[in-house]
């Protein structure tokens, strides 16, 4: 049986936590809103990017055209997913 100390615990623990976001068009044309659970702003852009990157073909989104909402904290997710 493997033992963790409690600094192994905590360092799992913290990078469960997860947050959910709204993320929007920061410039441009308005397309909507998107709900993503993501551990980070940064991950939350660039899940929505991901997303609609792989159904556009003629235009290509990068994270940084985007705009995300304060975090509300949703621990009972274990994995980043767009929602809506």
Known sequence: MERYGKTNCYKKERERIMYIYEVTRSKGLYFGRHIVIAKNEENAKKLVADMLNVFQTAIFYRPTDFEV????????????TVIY
């Open 69 to 80: 909402s304060d975090p509300i904290d949703p621990n009972n997710y274990r994995e980043e």
